[in-house]
């Protein structure tokens, strides 16, 4: 069974920068589609952001766009590049990978990833 391993979580005063990082624990893993929710105290799970697996599409939600870029590099590992952080952005982010081929709508429905990491706490507070 893979694991997503993330990393890169932390406490962060508003205005500033995090970088999330997930790598599958196997060599073989080459999913659909890899990507980002979280989830706020008292909130359901929303959907971040999302990569192909080439490296040629990614989307964002509305309100991380222009603040958040993803990327993925040659050893499999996804990132999560977070400026200018707000302390709307609190909450337990989470690592997914698919294997389906989603589009539309599907790309933001958290039963469609099947593979999940175990999450990490991001706190945006002065």
């Known amino acids: 069974q893979v694991q997503l391993v993330e990393s890169g979580g932390g406490l962060v005063q508003p205005g500033g920068s995090l970088r999330l990082s997930c790598e599958p624990s196997?060599?073989?893993?080459?999913?659909?589609?890899m990507g980002w929710f979280r989830q706020a105290p008292g909130k359901e799970r929303e959907f971040v952001s999302r990569?192909?697996?080439?490296?040629?599409?990614d989307d964002y939600a509305d309100s991380v766009k222009g603040r958040f870029t993803i990327s993925k590099d040659d050893s499999n590992t996804v990132y999560l590049q977070m400026n200018n952080l707000e302390p709307e952005d609190t909450a337990v982010y989470y690592c997914?990978?698919?294997?389906?081929?989603?589009?539309?709508?599907?790309?933001?429905?958290?039963?469609?990833?099947?593979?999940w990491g175990q999450g990490t706490q991001v706190t945006v507070s002065s």
């Open positions: 990569i192909n697996w080439s490296g040629s599409s």
């Open positions: 196997g060599r073989d893993f080459h999913p659909y589609a």
């Open positions: 997914v990978a698919t294997f389906r081929i989603l589009m539309g709508s599907m790309w933001y429905q958290t039963w469609n990833y099947e593979h």
